[in-house]
């Protein structure tokens, strides 16, 4: 596992824009308006709030709406300013919100769940509403009659979900750990196929419809790649945080990649080097190195007089081995481990000083991270923490 050795912060960093404050509670999801100087925030204080920049250089609220019960999530579309916001309760509200933003419209409300909405996401290319609820159910709706297209029943609540236009596939993520890509038709879906690497949660999803890559993000602190276009199977895995993994944007014109974690850190990911799948580790009753019983190989133990030793994994081949034969610790950078792990002595003395070279960056947002959003366009971040405060940065320095 990690130890506790954590990469130093870099000297080109984000900067903090603007603090955004005032909620009674924590913000379930926020978005940057694009070409405007303005954020839309979802609460679980049950507001609903749009916040414009004044001449003070301070934001404040042109909109401020409450609600019946508490926000859980939304989807904002900018070409229609369509704003669609989960709630507590299950159902999914629509607003109309004016040009100059000082206005906001009911437009409609969706029962779509018997529980907390998880997730929705407007697609506009389809005109359809996809969300996710703790219910076990992914739906989607047609957002110009209103009407329920279809549904899919998960083994467990989903956290995390995306779509190709492109292909109408779904990646949806849940609280077992596994991604299952569902193919939507107008009224019916199949199962594409399903896989697993997390064993946490699924925290988190990006689609990258270039590269044709997924990026999952999870409880247990890593992330996955998913090569989905290579249709060769390859899994690349990513360890750089010790927390939940919040939220995942990839900035395709730079090739790198932004992670946000409870743990309050901001990392990139140069995505644009010759990446390594981890190996899979290996099973056996002995050391792969000196051939040292492990503590229930009962037989070799009495055979050769010897006290089972306990078993470890060599971080990067993959090989069973004691303790004595992984002592030494380093980072393979390559393969996602950004932190020192442990690998055997032979692996060890074949990592050179290149290889050790980092591939990330790590910034600290000096609060724990519960939601964030990239905003292309200019190149802006927002995080919201635990401490209700959304924060705004200029990400320029770190993703270009």
């Given at each position: 596992m990690a130890t506790e050795n954590q990469p130093q912060p870099q000297a080109r960093k984000p900067c903090l824009l603007s603090k955004i404050e005032a909620f009674q509670d924590v913000v379930s999801a926020a978005?940057?308006?694009p070409k405007e100087d303005g954020v839309i925030t979802v609460s679980e204080d049950r507001t609903i709030r749009v916040w414009l920049k004044r001449d003070s250089g301070q934001y404040w609220p042109s909109v401020y709406h409450t609600v019946s019960s508490q926000c859980s999530c939304m989807s904002f579309n900018p070409e229609t300013r369509k704003l669609s916001v989960g709630m507590d309760t299950g159902s999914i509200c629509e607003f109309i919100l004016s040009e100059d933003y000082n206005k906001m419209t009911p437009a409609?409300?969706?029962?779509?769940h018997q529980a907390r909405v998880m997730v929705v996401l407007f697609v506009?290319?389809?005109?359809?509403l996809l969300s996710t609820g703790q219910d076990k159910n992914f739906t989607w709706h047609c957002s110009e009659s209103g009407q329920q297209l279809g549904t899919y029943h998960t083994a467990a609540w989903v956290s995390g979900l995306q779509f190709d236009v492109e292909t109408r596939h779904a990646f949806v993520g849940d609280q077992s750990g596994q991604v299952t890509i569902l193919k939507l038709e107008q009224d019916s879906c199949s199962l594409v196929t399903t896989f697993k690497g997390h064993t946490g949660n699924v925290t988190a999803l990006c689609w990258d419809p270039v590269q044709r890559v997924l990026f999952s993000g999870s409880s247990d602190h890593s992330i996955i790649m998913w090569d989905i276009g290579g249709r060769k199977g390859t899994a690349i895995e990513l360890q750089g945080h010790n927390d939940t993994i919040q939220g995942l944007c990839y900035a395709s014109h730079t090739r790198q990649l932004i992670s946000c974690s409870s743990d309050g850190g901001i990392v990139i990911?140069?995505?644009d080097v010759?990446?390594?799948?981890?190996p899979e580790w290996l099973d056996s009753d002995s050391c792969q190195r000196c051939e040292q019983p492990f503590f229930w190989n009962f037989k070799q133990m009495w055979d050769s007089k010897k006290i089972g030793l306990r078993q470890h994994h060599c971080r990067k081949c993959g090989q069973a081995v004691c303790g004595k034969c992984s002592s030494r610790r380093s980072t393979i950078p390559l393969m996602g481990f950004e932190f020192e792990v442990r690998v055997c002595d032979s692996c060890h003395e074949s990592i050179t000083?290149?290889?050790r070279a980092p591939t990330a960056t790590f910034h600290d947002s000096k609060h724990d991270i519960f939601y964030m959003h990239y905003e292309p366009t200019t190149g802006n971040l927002l995080t919201s923490g635990t401490d209700k405060v959304i924060k705004l940065w200029d990400m320029t320095p770190v993703v270009s």
């Open positions: 978005v940057i308006i409609r409300t969706y029962q779509a506009l290319e389809m005109e359809w990911w140069n995505m010759m990446r390594q799948e981890t000083d290149e290889d």
